[in-house]
């Protein structure tokens, strides 16, 4: 499976479980280390996700999403800052096309 798939499926267990606390890295496979936010318009609950883990660094946004109710969600038109200290920096998108690990 590429692994666009498995972070598809981390999509799907956060929207079904609303947490991603005991699901493996589609990377480096590490349990317990994913983490996400979404980001976008508070009243009108549109913007994206990223998801990302903390071990390797690599992870993955979906955009053009309407942020689930329950779902805490940082506005885009507030302070950079904010979303800086909640989003580690150099985030590196992952890709189906790159299988090279979390090297």
């Known amino acids: ?3 666009e798939d498995l972070w598809l499926k981390v999509f799907v267990h956060l929207d079904e479980v609303h947490n991603v606390a005991n699901v493996k890295c589609p990377c480096c496979e590490h349990s317990g280390y994913l ?16 998801i990302w883990c903390r071990n390797c660094n690599r ?3 979906f955009s053009r999403l309407l942020v689930p ?5 940082l506005d885009w038109h507030g302070p950079r ?6 989003i580690p920096a150099g985030i590196s998108e992952d890709n189906e096309t790159d299988h090279s690990g979390c090297s």
């Open 1 to 3: 499976m590429i692994r």
């Open 69 to 73: 109710q329950w779902a805490p969600i």
């Open 59 to 61: 992870g993955k946004s």
């Open 35 to 50: 983490d996400f936010q979404y980001v976008g318009d508070p009243k009108t609950r549109r913007g994206y996700l990223q």
């Open 81 to 86: 800052e904010t979303i800086a200290q909640r």
